[in-house]
């Protein structure tokens, strides 16, 4: 059994109020409470200084076996950061502004995971996701200073993935396009397809593909956090401001995991209707019939997607439909679909 810990609470996004807030920041001072609350990160960055002044490509590029033109790459970037960061100041005081201290704060943990990308032997790999989880945390404790964060708070409506992902069933604007706007695109190129193209065996014939980008979550939960570019093919409006180009906020990492779980659970349904039916476009259609055109009754009945109430107890609804099973012509060998009622 699981306890899901976001559907007990107010669940949000920290995202961006389109203010230009850097003017606000030159004379503003950060409370004592970020010192004391942030002093492992505040005794840290000094030694990351150090660290990035010795730092050399030398031995990582002789032994990972780098060719000439990734080498002169890195070492042109390595040269780059170096010029443009080695005047900011790596001491944090209470003599700094609240943008002096943003800024040295983002630059220095782009730095140490710039670092800890190209030599992971510098820290245990938990210090490091500690260290830019709290690199992370300061950055948006600053949002909330200056205001320039808001937080988005999600409905309380909830989808359990088939492998047991949470997704909001969210329609703010921070959501790169509703999931019906992308269910439709998806439904729509599967019945535009041939027929000869569903079920050739040429490599260069069109097939169910996923994007390797979203192939697996567990990369993500894994490294504990969401690569920038991903993010944004999945959410607008997300506050990069306060990020580095890797996101660690949990709360961005349990809405993006869903949303990728549950575009993972549709293209495996398309995917079992391309190994398994005779006619995958006529069994579709008869799915869609099924299920009145709804997308979520498809997800629901077909996909082992479910969803969890509203109620004060937040059950997970798990009641199966009236209807048996769906045509054994949809699916051969004897292969069902698992059918759930709202």
């Not at 943003?102 to 710039?114: A, E, H, T, V």
């Not at 998806?186 to 169910?208: C, G, P, Q, V």
Request: charged residues 25%; hydrophobic residues 35%.
């Amino acid at each position: 059994m699981r306890y899901y810990t976001e559907i007990e609470s107010d669940f949000f996004l920290p995202v961006n109020v389109k203010r230009r807030i850097n003017h606000e920041l030159d004379h503003c001072k950060l409370p004592k409470w970020f010192y004391e609350k942030y002093q492992d990160l505040i005794n840290l960055i000094p030694r990351i200084e150090e660290m990035f002044k010795e730092f050399s490509l030398d031995r990582y590029c002789n032994s990972s076996n780098y060719g000439q033109y990734r080498k002169d790459y890195l070492e042109n970037l390595l040269r780059i950061y170096k010029t443009a960061y080695l005047n900011i100041s790596s001491h944090l005081n209470e003599d700094l502004t609240l943008l002096e201290m943003k800024n040295s704060i983002q630059c220095w943990g782009n730095i140490l995971d710039f670092m800890f990308m190209i030599d992971d032997t510098l820290f245990e790999k938990e210090y490091f996701i500690y260290m830019m989880q709290l690199y992370n945390s300061a950055l948006i404790d600053i949002g909330g200073i200056d205001g320039s964060l808001a937080n988005n708070y999600l409905p309380d409506q909830w989808l359990l993935t088939s492998k047991g992902y949470l997704y909001n069933m969210q329609v703010t604007a921070h959501e790169a396009g509703s999931f019906y706007n992308y269910y439709s695109e998806k439904i729509e190129w599967f019945l535009a397809r041939t027929e000869s193209d569903i079920h050739s065996d040429s490599s260069t014939s069109e097939k169910i593909d996923p994007l390797p980008e979203f192939s697996d979550t567990s990369i993500i939960l894994k490294c504990g956090y969401v690569k920038w570019n991903v993010l944004d093919l999945l959410l607008h409006f997300i506050d990069y401001y306060h990020f580095n180009y890797k996101v660690y906020d949990s709360k961005t990492i349990t809405i993006s995991t869903g949303m990728i779980e549950l575009r993972q659970d549709l293209f495996r349904f398309l995917e079992k209707l391309e190994l398994y039916t005779d006619s995958p476009k006529d069994s579709l259609r008869k799915a869609i019939k099924i299920a009145n055109n709804k997308y979520l009754d498809i997800l629901i009945r077909c996909c082992g997607v479910s969803k969890i109430t509203s109620s004060p107890y937040k059950t997970i609804i798990l009641v199966r439909s009236q209807l048996k099973k769906i045509s054994v012509s949809i699916w051969k060998k004897d292969i069902m679909c698992v059918l759930f009622l709202l």
